[in-house]
């Protein structure tokens, strides 16, 4: 019997007015997989994201999750079903405590009834608790737990990095996209994030496609790369396998001419 | 930790603190007959009472939600007007008559919560096409639904000129329906006050639970909110709707306390102390994303247009100096140009003022006083 992919993408592409952003975008992903999609700067990569999470619809092609056709839906009905993702400048509600940051996503999954915080009911009180817990848990798996009542803009900027990674887990999903996780990162939190992506796999057991400038990462963590250029798939397969196909090289330095 | 006890502590030691000072009141109230007592104090007692209403149920908009409505006004005329027609019906159809009975109460409180409903059920059809837009084109749409919504009143011919507005000000409201004189004031000023505690008891518990987080998360970043599978429009719509109905019951109060109405009390040019932007002004001042902020400045506004209408007049200043106040509004411009130069987040930022906190913050102070006599002696 065949494995459905978490997500599978057929033919996905978008135009904004003449530009061709992303054209025939084939990816299929299984769960606990972790792929790379790669390319230089302007490559589609982010618009990848944003077409798998209902910012923009597609202009032509079909996605799917766990078999499900997610076409035409709204981000919030999206994450519901299971896609999150972070962002490659880092968005967090930047006012509220790092703690609130993670309770906003469990909103769904801890649901009370407008009545029920009206007149402080049992169910209210419980569905809080158990809410509370939750989020306290996953800061702890990024260390955050004793920075809860921060505010988030106050943390360090790696530290943001993965109070939005904790809050993106949060939303219970299937798959999990990040942008450029490592984007401004020194080596230590660059090496942080590495052990927290690893926790996140053994712990969650997810799908991650991932986004990454740092070709060192790329190379280490990701099972299997995909590489764009222009909107177009260049290349995919192991990472030994990109690391000398000469397309995505000529891709990223240029064509040799002579 | 979100620890249920503390938090149950805090509402029992709120609860009993208001109890306390609305036995106080009601004790004041039955032995205290004073002409500044009834003429002034009671009547501006209501006024403090729909003003706070206004600025906590804006504050959810504007402070929590983060959406600039100039339309808030026209929910209030909504509250007001139904409040109105609804108890005149009462009367003509001859049941709660008589105003000073006991059960005319139940008049009082059906005829607030209509307003209320039927300003909210407003707040759907305006909220609906008006939030699909943001910053100042939402301002913009919303200040033009508050001047159509003030325009149809007008044209009702049971509401407007023809009807309930009709003749001048010692019009129908006094004889029959709401509209107390100073005597009903005084007996039912526990209405207002209790009715003022409510809305901001509810206005409260929705802030502090998942809702609230969710609107301050789109107040935060929308795109961000979407992505952590908060549906947008339907909480922007929610809360739109949620203070509108507030706003009708602060305009079911106004009713309550005025001789007669008109569409002009509520206008966008109007310079007196009920307009959409005198309410922006209050709740800047007061702190977007505080409640108890709100409460704060809608008192402060509140004297402070006192003072420019009743006593710089009667104070025998200098001509000159009487004319700077004859445009309030300019005031309050100025007021709020003072107030974001120096304190850019209002006079609560987003803190809310807690009893309990501070009775901790005393007692600390008193037992690090203790503990300094206690090392001298
Ligand atoms: N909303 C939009 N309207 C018009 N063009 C857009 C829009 N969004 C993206 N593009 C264009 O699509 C192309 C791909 O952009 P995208 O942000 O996906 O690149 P990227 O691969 O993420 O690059 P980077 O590595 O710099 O993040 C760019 O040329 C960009 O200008
Ligand atoms: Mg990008």
């Not at chain 1, 790669?38 to 798998?52: D, E, M, R, S, Y």
């Not at chain 1, 990462?217 to 397969?237: D, P, W």
């Amino acid at each position: 019997m065949e494995r459905t992919p978490v997500l599978k993408t057929v033919n996905l592409g978008i135009t904004f007015g003449g530009l061709r952003a992303v054209e025939d975008f084939n990816i299929e992903i299984y769960e606990g997989e972790l792929v790379g999609l790669i390319g230089p700067n302007g490559a589609g990569k982010t618009t990848v994201f944003n077409l798998l999470t209902g910012v923009y619809t597609p202009t032509e092609g079909k996605f799917y999750l766990s078999g499900k056709n997610m076409n035409g839906k709204k981000t919030h009905q999206v994450v519901a079903e299971g896609i999150a993702r972070t962002f490659q400048n880092i968005r967090l509600f930047k006012q509220m405590t790092v703690l609130e940051n993670v309770k906003v996503a469990l909103n769904s999954k801890y649901e009370y009834k407008f009545f029920a915080s009206l007149f402080r009911t049992p169910k209210f009180w419980r569905k809080e608790e158990e809410l509370d817990k939750e989020a306290r848990d996953l800061l702890s798996i990024f260390n955050l737990e004793n920075k809860a009542n921060y505010i988030a803009s106050n943390l360090p900027y790696g530290q943001q990095r993965k109070l939005e990674i904790a809050r993106a887990l949060a939303t219970g999903m299937k798959i999990l996209l990040l942008d450029e996780p490592a984007a401004g990162m020194n080596p230590t939190e660059t090496a942080e994030l590495l052990e927290c992506i690893k926790i996140i796999r053994e712990r969650f057991g997810i799908a991650i496609l991932l986004i990454e400038h740092d070709m060192s990462l790329v190379m280490n963590v990701c099972e299997r790369i995909q590489v764009i250029n222009f909107g177009k798939t260049i290349a995919f397969g192991l990472p030994h396998e990109i690391a000398n196909n000469q397309e995505v090289i000529e891709a990223y330095l240029g064509k040799n001419e002579d | 930790m979100m620890n249920k006890n503390t938090k149950l502590k805090g509402y029992l030691v709120n609860t009993v603190a208001l109890a306390v000072l609305l036995m106080a009141f009601l004790i004041l109230n039955a032995n205290f007959k004073t002409p500044f007592y009834s003429v002034v104090f009671i009547p501006s007692l209501w006024q403090i009472s729909y003003l706070i209403i206004l600025a906590a149920s804006l504050n959810l908009v504007l402070g929590f939600l983060g959406q600039l409505s100039l339309g808030h006004c026209g929910f209030m005329a909504i509250g007001a007007y139904t409040a109105a027609l609804l108890s005149l019906y009462f009367e003509r159809a001859g049941i709660f008559t008589d105003k000073k009975a006991p059960v005319f109460i139940v008049s009082i409180l059906v005829s607030l919560l209509a307003g209320g409903l039927l300003a909210a059920i407003v707040g759907i059809i305006v909220g609906i096409p008006a939030l699909r837009l943001k910053g100042d084109y939402l301002a913009i749409i919303t200040l033009g639904f508050g001047m159509i919504i003030c325009n149809v009143i007008n044209n009702l011919p049971f509401a407007g000129m023809e009807g309930l507005s009709k003749g001048s000000a010692a019009a129908s409201l006094y004889k029959t329906g709401l509209g107390f004189g100073n005597t009903l004031k005084t007996k039912y000023a526990w209405v207002a006050i209790v009715i003022t505690i409510l809305c901001l008891a509810a206005m409260f518990m929705f802030i502090r639970s998942r809702f609230g987080r969710a609107i301050e998360s789109i107040r935060d970043d929308e795109i961000a909110a979407s992505a952590s599978g908060i549906n947008v429009s339907l909480y922007k719509v929610g809360t739109f709707v949620y203070s509108a109905f507030f706003a009708g019951i602060a305009g079911g109060l106004f009713a309550c306390c005025n001789s007669s109405l008109s569409t002009a009390s509520f206008a966008f040019t109007n310079g007196s102390i009920l307009n959409s932007t005198f309410i922006v002004v209050m709740v800047v001042v007061g702190g977007m994303g505080s409640l108890t902020g709100s409460m704060l400045s809608a008192v402060l506004m509140f004297l402070l247009n006192y003072v420019i209408k009743n006593v710089i007049k009667a104070s025998g200043m200098p001509l000159f100096v009487q004319n700077l106040f004859k445009y309030p509004m300019l005031v309050y411009a100025i007021v709020l140009i003072i107030v974001i130069m120096f304190k850019p987040k209002g006079i609560l930022g987003t803190r809310e003022f807690s009893l309990v906190n501070t009775i901790e913050y005393i007692k600390g102070k008193l037992g690090k006083k203790a503990v300094k006599e206690g090392g001298s002696k």
